[in-house]
């Protein structure tokens, strides 16, 4: 059984950084896509970031050059660094993975998620 393990959020003020954890156990298949979700109140759940099996990345606009993943393979765990953070960062940010490309996957196409871990980011 595939768990997803967040770790890491917490709270700064705007400018800060803030490095953002997810462990993974269970992971028998070798084609998936890993991203980073963040829902903030009364919003939708958006993807911020993801990576591929081959390690390809992709990041939502309004966080590149601010965020930056990487990628374990040994010890299954996939960290996204947050640097130059904006109050509009704030939300609970959610490990996710899929089967397939992160380019064709869709919100709930994703099959596995954490348990969510809560970032705030204060003016």
């Known amino acids: 059984q595939v768990q997803m393990v967040e770790s890491g959020g917490g709270s700064v003020q705007a400018g800060g950084s803030l490095r953002l954890s997810c462990a993974a156990s269970?992971?028998?298949?070798?084609?998936?896509?890993m991203g980073w979700f963040r829902q903030a109140p009364g919003k939708e759940r958006e993807r911020v970031a993801g990576?591929?099996?081959?390690?390809?990345?992709s990041y939502t606009e309004s966080v590149k050059g601010r965020i930056t993943l990487s990628k374990d393979n040994a010890k299954n765990t996939l960290d996204l660094q947050m640097n130059t953070l904006e109050p509009e960062d704030s939300g609970t940010y959610y490990c996710?993975?899929?089967?397939?490309?992160?380019?064709?996957?869709?919100?709930?196409?994703?099959?596995?998620w954490g348990q969510g871990t809560q970032v705030t980011v204060s003016r």
């Open positions: 996710a993975m899929g089967y397939g490309l992160c380019r064709n996957l869709v919100y709930h196409e994703y099959n596995y």
């Open positions: 269970g992971m028998t298949y070798s084609h998936y896509c």
């Open positions: 990576i591929d099996s081959d390690g390809t990345t």
